[in-house]
């Protein structure tokens, strides 16, 4: 089983739509949890995270955690065609320690016109 | 505030040769992490330094890779001798804590391709 698992997409949204991102992971002593953004040719770029059980706002964007279900999402509202990405859940264990960040593989994200 | 710097940003070789990459993190942060990305996949880490320490290095494939944070700010990957599956984009990322929470931002990249 992955460590961080993510559907590789794409998927296909119409603009002004609302873009639901899923990532389960399997280390139950996770504590952080992030969402970057990668457009193509370029490096990760920091969306959010969340560390508590429930939902997080920022802008357009909502992160949601549900660590009983092992399960992290994103949201994001009024989709752009400039948000048009690959977008990367990535897991960090717990807060003690150096702990490595785990990636899965990426959802792609296509917002149409 | 500067971002994380890579150079180079790419680099072609033969398989065989021998290839580095060098990192300069933002200032300030102790941890400096080099991750591989291979096409379609997302990034994994090789290792992790805090300040000039290894912390982790078990993806690191130590016959060919090697890297170095001897004065505890920027670092250098080496690969020798490269190989094609070597072929990737090599991501520096650097982080600070601050409480319970770190975030680690990313450098641009050094896109290899090994022939």
């Known amino acids: 089983q992955k460590e961080v698992e993510q559907n590789s997409g794409p998927l296909s949204v119409p603009e002004g739509a609302i873009a639901s991102l899923n990532c389960t992971y399997s280390?139950?002593?996770?504590?952080?949890f992030f969402w970057y953004r990668q457009y193509s040719g370029k490096s990760p770029e920091l969306i959010m995270f969340i560390y508590s059980n429930g939902d997080k706002e920022d802008g357009r964007f909502t992160a949601q955690l549900n660590k009983a279900s092992q399960y992290v999402s994103l949201l994001i509202r009024d989709s752009q065609p400039s948000d048009s990405a690959t977008y990367l859940c990535a897991v960090r264990g717990p807060a003690t320690g150096f702990q490595k960040l785990v990636f899965g593989t990426g959802t792609r994200l296509l917002v149409s016109p | 505030e500067a971002g994380v710097a890579q150079s180079p940003r790419y680099k072609i070789i033969e398989k065989r040769q021998s290839v580095a990459f060098w990192c300069n993190p933002i200032s300030g942060h102790a941890t400096l992490y080099w991750y591989q990305q291979i096409l379609g996949q997302g990034p994994k880490l090789l290792i992790q330094?805090?300040?000039?320490?290894?912390?982790?290095d078990s993806q690191l494939p130590k016959d060919r890779f090697s890297a170095e944070r001897l004065k505890g700010v920027d670092s250098t990957l080496k690969i020798q001798p490269a190989k094609l599956e070597d072929s990737a984009v090599y991501l520096c990322?650097?982080?600070?804590?601050?409480?319970?929470?770190?975030?680690?931002?990313f450098g641009p990249g050094t896109r290899l391709l090994v022939l």
């Open positions: 990322a650097s982080s600070v804590r601050r409480g319970a929470q770190e975030t680690q931002y």
């Open positions: 330094f805090q300040n000039n320490g290894v912390v982790d």
């Open positions: 280390d139950r002593g996770s504590q952080s």
